[in-house]
């Protein structure tokens, strides 16, 4: 069990950049996987970016080349770094626990926080 809230979201145009983190209490992000799924509303959860605790990451295609996932072991706390966001890309955005590899491939997060909302407009 792991508590984790969002912060830095928010409305940017085309081509800007925010970079959203979460910070994690109850729990270590070391005994996990993290990472940062996305939902607007009537779509369905898109993973977007996970890290495992030894550094290792990967990205949904779609994002690869301009967001980068990151995390601060020592502060517990996980960061999103998003440039040249797209209009597409507007939901909301969700820190999220995972028990192992398969449980991020699947989409079924152990745990997550509330979420941060991401607006981009054109």
């Known amino acids: 069990q792991v508590q984790l809230v969002e912060s830095g979201g928010g409305s940017v145009q085309s081509g800007g950049s925010l970079r959203p983190s979460c910070a994690a209490s109850?729990?270590?992000?070391?005994?996990?996987?993290m990472g940062w799924f996305r939902q607007a509303p009537g779509k369905k959860r898109e993973g977007v970016a996970v890290?495992?605790?030894?550094?290792?990451?990967s990205y949904v295609a779609s994002v690869k080349g301009r967001f980068t996932i990151s995390q601060d072991n020592a502060k517990n706390t996980l960061s999103l770094q998003m440039n040249s966001l797209k209009p597409e890309e507007t939901a909301m955005y969700y820190c999220?626990?995972?028990?192992?590899?398969?449980?991020?491939?699947?989409?079924?997060?152990?745990?997550w926080g509330q979420g941060t909302q991401v607006t981009v407009s054109s």
């Open positions: 999220a626990a995972y028990s192992g590899w398969g449980s991020w491939v699947e989409g079924v997060p152990y745990d």
């Open positions: 109850g729990n270590t992000i070391s005994n996990y996987i």
């Open positions: 890290i495992d605790s030894d550094g290792s990451t």
